[in-house]
């Protein structure tokens, strides 16, 4: 072995190994493979943590060195190259005197020599990059699984949107999209609508509990699905009721004797934890073609409400003789209108808590019909009249200024009001008037919040909602999306939106003390929630387990019967003035 090379010697081998770094960083080294000892330089000596500065070293000095998970494969790198008298490429760890860990990368030249091979390379210091490309790594595989539970929580979120969650069957929200599909079939000749109703359901629910109640429309969808054919489209479009689309039916007489088999099969009694339940369905049918399939579900939901008034377990078909009760909702909403101009709807209203200070942080206003013969009237039995009427609108607005007339008045008295939630439909959020009507209201930043109430699907609404949408805003105004999980909206509209808060359907919320994947999917929406900054409220809070199990979840707000009934505005005054928490009460 040569005493030692000139620098230019070393530099010029450097080039042939493809090194590049500053010469400060690298060690170099000469090993004569005849030979047990090794020429070291000053950065050899530093990177292995000698303390030394002799130049010839003992080659255990460099084996002892190396990590003993590594010291085989560094071994078979160097045997490998000398082998075929090659370029010398290896990395390995070392073990420092202190115990330190460090990563060496090492290259060198074979030269041969009168049969003798020695090796001329160096070696630096890669600790940095290995430990920085193991952290990229490691975040990197962070951030896929992230991905893919989020793609998993969204996919299960979305499949939620447009499936009820006890049968597995589409939703109202999916029944409706399919419908207005079918609707613009050119193709498709005729339409029929089996509308099913669950008889005696309410009585189960009541008598035998809400698990026997699922019980029962688990067993009842199956039985449907059995009934008819292959390629119908079934839903569970409320709670106790299921529509079937059947395209190009033979015939009206055809589907009428098979929704007549049909209530037979729903006669057949479901068994539950040993105790036999007895119902039953009664079936409305409607059909169409053309241009008037896009009511058949209201003239099914008709000849349904036929055959419940005329008894259980009966079929009624759409026709000409049941316009008679179109005609008492036209009646019904000659009343409403009057009414409206009479300014007999006034709000009720629901306290809202926060889940963890149970501090009232807001109230919904909801729309009560003071019946001047009748007395006070729920909105089941008016909201579905303003719908048809197109006067969706003209309620919103009276609630909202009878609303905004009352918050007055207690602040006048001296209470503190938080925000009063309004209903707001789809009419009325696209009226291209509502900003300027607001204006004209003086409303005030924070005190009202917007919930968007019915069907709105903001994936494909229109410029004008999301302009007003943005007013709203503008004018410090919160959105809020109502009953999610219903069908009434879905990701894309919440990422759309970017609403303030959203509210969970009580559909969602009530079984979640007894059903594991029911508690598991409303952490996944919750989850979703947080992650687009959204607040959330639970609704149909009916117990205190409820309200507990909710606030572990991570839910904002509760509302609910457990919490506090819709009351009037005296009322609601009252408990403003007292200003303290709200106790759970029972329902």
């Known amino acids: ?74 071994q078979a790198d160097f045997d490998k190259a ?110 029929a609508i089996l509308h099913i109703g669950l008889d005696r359901f309410k009585q189960i629910n009541d008598t035998a509990g809400h698990s026997a109640g699922d019980d029962v429309l688990k067993s009842c969808a199956k039985r449907i699905e059995a009934g008819v054919p292959k390629n119908s489209f079934i839903a569970r479009v409320s709670g106790d009721e299921f529509a079937v689309l059947i395209a190009n039916f033979t015939s009206l007489d055809d589907l009428k004797s098979r929704a007549e088999r049909l209530t037979q099969q729903l006669k057949q009694s479901v068994w539950h934890n040993d105790e036999e339940l007895r119902t039953g369905g009664s079936i409305g049918v409607a059909a169409a073609s053309g241009r008037h399939i896009a009511g058949l579900l209201a003239e099914s939901d008709i000849a349904l409400h036929r055959a419940k008034k005329l008894g259980r377990g009966r079929v009624e078909v759409y026709s000409a003789q049941l316009k008679a009760q179109l005609n008492n909702e036209q009646r019904v909403g000659r009343q409403f209108a009057h009414g409206l101009e009479k300014g007999e709807f006034i709000p009720y209203y629901q306290a809202q808590i926060d889940a963890r200070t149970r501090r009232v942080v807001g109230m919904e206003a909801l729309a009560r019909w003071r019946h001047p013969k009748r007395g006070l009237i729920l909105p089941g039995e008016f909201i579905k009249v303003a719908g048809n009427l197109g006067r969706l609108d003209d309620l919103d607005s009276a609630i909202l200024k009878a609303a905004l007339k009352d918050r007055q008045n207690w602040i006048r008295q001296g209470a503190h009001v938080p925000r009063i939630a309004v209903n707001v439909s789809a009419a009325r959020l696209s009226d291209p008037l509502l900003i300027d009507e607001l204006q004209r209201l003086h409303v005030q930043p924070d005190m009202l919040s917007f919930e968007l109430l019915e069907t709105i699907f903001l994936d494909d609404s229109e410029d004008d909602v999301f302009s007003n949408v943005a007013g709203l805003k503008a004018m410090g105004i919160d959105i809020e999306i109502d009953d999610f999980g219903s069908g009434h909206a879905s990701i894309i509209g919440l990422v759309k939106l970017k609403p303030r808060r959203m509210k969970i359907d009580r559909q969602l919320v009530f079984p979640i003390t007894t059903s594991r994947e029911q508690k598991r999917l409303l952490r996944s929406i919750i989850d979703i929630a947080k992650a687009l900054n959204i607040e959330v409220i639970a609704e149909g809070v009916e117990t205190l387990e409820h309200a507990k199990l909710l606030t572990r979840l991570g839910c904002d707000i509760l509302q609910g019967y457990a919490i506090a009934y819709p009351v009037p505005a005296a009322d609601m005054l009252a408990r403003l003035m007292q200003d303290q928490e709200l106790d759970l009460v029972a329902p």
Not at 29 to 56: A, P, S
Request: hydrophobic share 40%.
């Open 1 to 74: 072995m040569k005493a030692a090379r000139s620098e230019q010697e070393f530099q010029n081998i450097l080039r042939r190994l493809g090194i590049a770094l500053d010469a400060s960083q690298i060690g170099v080294w000469e090993h004569d493979t005849q030979k047990d000892e090794v020429v070291w330089d000053l950065q050899m000596h530093r990177l292995y943590g000698t303390g030394k500065t002799q130049k010839r070293v003992k080659a255990e000095v460099w084996m002892n060195a190396i990590h003993p998970d590594d010291f085989a494969q560094a």
């Open 82 to 191: 000398i082998a075929a008298k090659d370029v010398y490429s290896s990395e390995y760890r070392i073990v420092l005197p202190n115990g330190e860990i460090r990563y060496l990368r090492s290259r060198a030249y074979c030269f041969e020599e009168n049969d003798n091979i020695t090796l001329i390379g160096a070696e630096w210091d890669v600790t940095a990059d290995v430990l920085l490309n193991r952290e990229l790594r490691r975040q990197k595989a962070i951030a896929e699984a992230r991905a893919v539970a989020l793609e998993a929580s969204t996919g299960r979120i979305e499949y939620a949107a447009e499936h009820d969650y006890l049968t597995g069957l589409p939703n109202r929200r999916f029944f409706d999209r399919r419908l207005g599909e079918l609707a613009s079939d050119t193709g498709l000749e005729k339409l």
